[in-house]
Structures are given as C-alpha cells and as structure tokens.
C-alpha cells in the first residue's frame, strides 16, 4: 500500500509523538529507577499505565476501522501480520535483557532525553547500535 507524506501527515505524526512523551514523562516511565521498580515488583502503578495504554489501543484498532471508511490522512486501512519464529523470540528476549539492565525501553528512553536524563544517550545508543546489527548482519526472512 502506498503512503501519504503530506504537511497534515507529518504535523500529526509530530503532535502524537509530542503527546506520547508527555504521558511518558508524566507517568514516571522516562525514569529507570521507576522501570526497575515495577519490574522488581515493588511499585505496580506502571501496570496501570500500560493497561491503559493497552485498552485505548485495542479499542482504537477495533472501532476506528468501523467508524471511518479511510484514515484521516492515509489511502485506506491495512493489516501488518508478523510471523511468530525464532527470530521473534530471540529479539523478544534481547528487548527484555536490555529493557531489564538500562530500566527503559526505546520510546521512553527518548522522551527521557526530553526531559534532559543525558545518561539515556548510553541506552538510545545502544539502541541505535542494536539496529544497526541488526540491519547490516541478519538477513531478512
């Protein structure tokens, strides 16, 4: 399916993200320390946030399709299936390592850099590194 890249396209994929981080930041999830917690099992309230992240998404994937025939700004709507291989896992189990050890995962880690957490640059580059691997080493099934 082709893409639409226009102004509207773009200015609304610069406020969702600006959105994005804002919860991000306003829900303690830029923090590591805070990560590390809710994985340590100590502090729950994260649950909380990614439910609530979980269900908006559910049921906009449910409903928007219903309720509009096309995007606001896109040709019309598409299914990305993904397989479920050893590829999958393994990178599953990587994103797992590395959320556990730096206390972020990618998007938090860049809303972190917004608020000024500069020892996130380590993370982002790593993350950066892990793409690049990645892209350059791995051939595509």
């Known amino acids: 399916m082709k893409h639409v890249r226009t102004a509207p396209v773009m200015v609304s994929a610069l406020l ?3 959105l994005f981080g804002f919860g991000l930041a ?4 830029v923090r590591p320390e805070a990560i590390l917690s809710f994985l340590l099992l100590h502090d729950m309230g994260l649950l909380l946030v990614m439910g609530g992240a979980a269900g908006t998404v559910l049921l906009a994937y449910r409903l928007l399709p219903r309720l509009f ?3 606001l700004f896109g040709l019309g709507w598409a299914k990305h299936p ?8 393994a990178g599953s189990a990587l994103f797992g390592v590395g959320w556990g050890l730096s206390g972020v995962c990618p998007g938090p880690a860049l809303a972190g850099l917004g608020v000024g957490n500069w020892p996130l640059l380590w993370v982002v580059g790593g993350i950066l590194l892990g793409a690049w691997i990645e892209g350059r080493f791995f051939e595509k099934d």
Do not use: D, H
Not at 82 to 89: A, E, G, H, K, M
């Open 82 to 89: 993904s397989p479920f291989n050893r590829r999958i896992l």
């Open 26 to 29: 306003w829900s303690t999830m």
């Open 69 to 71: 025939a096309r995007p």
């Open 16 to 18: 969702a993200g600006v």
